[in-house]
């Protein structure tokens, strides 16, 4: 039998197969090096479990036992609620879970539970779960149970066919040899400086700890080790660049830029003329630029950015801004066009469904230079597109593009300077994980001209009240918003469903025009219908998250957002901030079953960077970073705030490494660079791109 190395297939790894490797290829499990690195989510301390027996009401507790019973209970008011019945060896408790009645598809007789929650007393004790984790499966059979033992227990990512329970039992059954092919990477002198443990000592404290502790330090060292890989690189990413970075030194004419400002409808804000200065200081360096603009919803992106594809202009470049739809290409089109109509420019717009004509005409004009400034879909990127003198790249809503989209758009130049937007805010700290190797410019002041929104959080006994209001608001004039989070009702999700709340609507307000938008609709529906409510031909736009980004109807002052506990909190920012983009007063309004304090904390405060960080703290880890691009950042072990200390350690580690060693070619750092590569394989080509 060939001898284990890390890069075996799990199936031929003992007490493994062809059956449970299938189940592992579903948690990303594929070799022996994926079963190591498959790090438990959570732990439970014995000392933090409770015997059933001693649970008093009006205490928080966390409690392990056999599921002995379960049902759905119907209420008078339609609400239906998921109960089970918990037993351990001193006695039983009910609990609920009101309005989550598809777990009852995924909770089974004879389950292990642990549960964590409020004791409180309704026809006697009940417990009211926050959450739940499924230790063993009714079929796995009773054997010793480590909670009882006293020991601090990991709880693994699992999934159908593989309980927890029999993943522990896997990566126990080969964590030694594993751990054994594990050497240390780090060199010695850098890992004592920082005083960690060695990687052998940490994957041991991860996996099989004597507390929680000694748990956390060990993890700690594997997410410091993930931040310096991703740290170099990035710094790696910086020293390829450099190379090939000469660009275009523009000079600063003051020619369309200050005609701009002399006609802009407000006055820049401190953060505007901030972010334009750097910019500025950026275009005129004989280095390309390559920078992130984030602003809030409503901060004024789009205007910076004018600012510098007017520097290209007047110093006789093209600019091109490229955002990801053609509704969204279309309203900053009409922005551009309204701004720059007294300077006697007007922009060109590229997209798919231009005639031909029109898209040969516009194509022609890029090529021989007679347009300066063009907005556009992806359509931009097309080989047939040329361009005879390319500037500056503006990208918006640039993680929505791929990456290899993104440089070909940047390759129709010769060096052309990059400006990415981005309208989700997000703390500083991950910030810098994600786009380390930019420069960045944060917009927090709002313009003057936008109006306040008021977000208040309702209960479903309320919802008359607040749908008598919108129906109010938009018999005065004004539009309104109806947002859900799925689109048809299922057994599965027993949740108010778009289709069926437009429906209601339209036969509710026979005197308004209900219309209805959703993922499943094809591509030209969805923006007919978007435009009509632009345009104002529909009062109400009954929707689910695909309005979350890029529509801009200042008509727009009302919004509700159905079963809001089913969003993160980032994600409700920035469906609010689709009202509240005219001059007049705004109400977003969260209708739900269950009142949470971390809806009232949403309430409480516009400041989307305040936002991120409830967000990031209320998520704490898992996929911090959504939808993974070609060289995105792997951070799955840090987590943000808590290691912003690790994230600084791993700058300061990494800075030592490249200054002396900055290909890491030294047989040191051979093992170092291996991993990174392993990690990132596309970073050195591709993470410049953004």
Not at 92 to 106: K, Y
Not at 436 to 458: C, F, H, N, W, Y
Request: proline share 5%.
């Amino acid at each position: 039998m060939a001898p284990l190395r890390l890069d075996t297939p799990v199936k031929f790894l003992k007490g493994i197969g062809e059956r449970r490797s299938d189940a592992l290829a579903r948690l990303g499990i594929a070799t022996a090096h994926d079963l190591l690195w498959h790090l438990p989510h959570r732990y439970i301390d014995a000392s933090m479990v409770s015997p059933i027996a001693r649970l008093k009401v009006g205490e928080d507790a966390a409690v392990v036992g056999r599921v002995a019973a379960k049902g759905i209970l119907p209420t008078r008011r339609g609400l239906r609620i998921f109960h089970v019945v918990l037993r351990d060896e001193t006695g039983a408790i009910e609990c609920v879970w009101p309005g989550q009645a598809f777990l009852d598809r995924s909770i089974e007789i004879g389950q292990t539970l642990l549960v964590a929650g409020p004791i409180r007393f309704y026809h006697g004790r009940q417990l009211a779960p926050r959450e739940f984790v499924v230790l063993a499966e009714a079929e796995d059979g009773d054997g010793p149970d480590p909670i009882a033992a006293g020991r601090v227990l990991p709880v693994y990512p699992a999934t159908h066919g593989l309980s927890h329970k029999v993943i522990r039992g896997l990566i126990g059954r080969h964590l030694d040899q594993l751990i054994g092919l594990s050497p240390e990477i780090l060199p010695d002198e850098l890992r004592l400086r920082f005083d960690l443990p060695t990687l052998p000592d940490a994957l041991r404290q991860v996996h099989h700890p004597s507390s929680t502790a000694e748990a956390e330090r060990g993890r700690r060292r594997l997410a410091l080790d993930e931040l310096v890989d991703l740290q170099l690189m990035l710094g790696r990413a910086r020293e390829v660049a450099k190379r090939g970075r000469q660009g275009v030194a523009f000079e600063v004419k003051r020619q369309l830029t200050s005609q701009l400002k002399d006609h802009l409808p407000w006055p820049l804000t401190n953060d505007q003329k901030r972010a334009i200065k750097e910019i500025t200081a950026d275009m005129t360096a004989p280095e390309r630029m390559h920078r992130l603009l984030m602003g809030d919803v409503g901060t004024g992106k789009t205007v910076v950015a004018l600012f510098a594809m007017l520097l290209a202009a007047e110093n006789d470049y093209q600019a091109a801004l490229m955002a990801p739809t053609e509704l969204l290409v279309e309203q900053h089109h009409a922005t551009l066009s309204r701004l720059l109509a007294p300077l006697g420019i007007e922009p060109g717009l590229l997209v798919g469904r231009l005639t031909a004509a029109d898209k040969t005409r516009i194509k022609r004009q890029l090529a021989t230079g007679a347009m300066r400034i063009v907005v556009g879909t992806h359509a931009l990127v097309q080989e047939t597109v040329t361009f005879h003198r390319l500037g500056v790249v503006v990208i918006d809503e640039q993680h929505r593009f791929g990456v290899e989209q993104r440089a070909a758009l940047m390759g129709k130049g010769s060096a052309p300077d990059v400006l990415l937007l981005s309208a989700t805010p997000i703390p500083r700290s991950l910030a810098l994980t994600r786009y380390g190797d930019l420069d960045m410019s944060v917009l927090k002041e709002r313009p003057p001209g936008r109006g306040a929104i008021r977000t208040s959080v309702r209960s479903d006994s309320q919802r008359d009240r607040v749908l008598d209001f919108v129906r109010d608001e938009c018999l005065a004039g004004r539009q309104a918003y109806v947002v859900l989070p799925v689109i048809e009702e299922t057994e599965k999700a027993d949740l108010m469903a778009a289709k069926t709340m437009a429906d209601t609507l339209a036969a509710r307000w026979p005197e308004l025009v209900v219309g209805l938008v959703h993922g499943r609709l094809k591509a030209t529906e969805r923006d007919q219908v978007m435009r009509a409510f632009r345009e104002g031909t529909l009062h109400v736009l009954v929707a689910t998250t695909v309005i979350e980004v890029g529509i801009d109807v200042a008509n727009a002052t009302t919004m509700v957002i159905e079963h809001p506990e089913r969003f993160g909190l980032a994600q409700l920012h920035q469906l609010r901030g689709r009202v509240g983009r005219g001059g007049q007063a705004s109400h977003c309004v969260l209708v739900t079953r269950m009142p949470m304090p971390r809806l009232k904390a949403f309430a409480a405060t516009t400041d989307g960077f305040k936002i991120a960080e409830l967000d990031l703290e209320e998520r704490r880890h898992g996929d911090l970073l959504g939808q993974r691009q070609s060289g995105a950042a792997d951070i799955r072990v840090a987590r943000f705030p808590d290691d912003n200390d690790l994230l600084a350690q791993a700058r300061e580690l990494t800075k030592a490494v490249l200054s002396a060693d900055p290909s890491l070619d030294q047989t040191r750092h051979k093992a170092l660079r291996e991993r990174a590569l392993a990690r990132y394989p596309k970073a050195e080509i591709l993470f410049r791109v953004g």
